[in-house]
């Protein structure tokens, strides 16, 4: 069942210098996300808020090139399950379309189905380009049983 995101909340994206990554953090860790190298260079990171500035969640891109990977997605646990996670992910891809990308890529232990839903297709690790697997992400941070999905753009 594919989601409609056009029935997705709307949402205001506020993108977080690297000294306001806090809150970043704690979510992540609460959702056992990975947050070691959040404040590496080349991390995008935004925060997700309501219009009305209720923040319901957070998440980052890493570009590279025609291929963007989509990481560190949390939603807040109190707005789950109401389409945040969906606008969120339409957010973060219409952001990498802006900077030129033609791919997103993900990496999950526990999400498959979703992105799944969102138009994402599972990849062998093997095929996934260099740039990708060449990702703290890829290669350290998520272990080898993860599901890695892509959507193209174009």
């Given at each position: 069942m594919a989601v409609d995101v056009r029935d997705a909340p709307k949402l205001l994206a506020r993108p977080l210098r690297d000294g306001?990554?806090?809150?970043?953090?704690?979510?992540?860790?609460?959702?056992?996300?990975?947050?070691?190298?959040?404040?590496?260079?080349?991390?995008?990171?935004?925060?997700?808020?309501?219009?009305?500035?209720?923040?319901?969640?957070?998440?980052?891109?890493?570009?590279?090139?025609?291929?963007?990977?989509?990481?560190?997605?949390?939603?807040?646990?109190?707005?789950?399950?109401?389409?945040?996670?969906?606008?969120?992910?339409?957010?973060?891809e219409f952001e990498a379309g802006l900077h030129g990308c033609r791919s997103a890529w993900v990496i999950t232990t526990s999400a498959a189905g979703f992105f799944e839903r969102l138009g994402y297709a599972k990849h062998e690790r093997?095929?996934?380009?260099?740039?990708i697997s060449a990702t703290a992400e890829f290669a350290l941070l998520c272990p080898a049983s993860a599901e890695v999905l892509m959507k193209s753009f174009a």
């Open positions: 306001e990554r806090g809150a970043l953090t704690a979510a992540l860790a609460k959702a056992k996300l990975p947050t070691e190298d959040i404040d590496a260079p080349g991390r995008l990171f935004w925060r997700f808020e309501t219009v009305d500035e209720v923040p319901v969640g957070f998440g980052g891109l890493e570009l590279h090139g025609k291929d963007a990977l989509l990481r560190s997605l949390v939603t807040l646990p109190p707005v789950r399950r109401r389409g945040i996670g969906a606008a969120i992910v339409t957010a973060l093997g095929t996934v380009p260099s740039a």
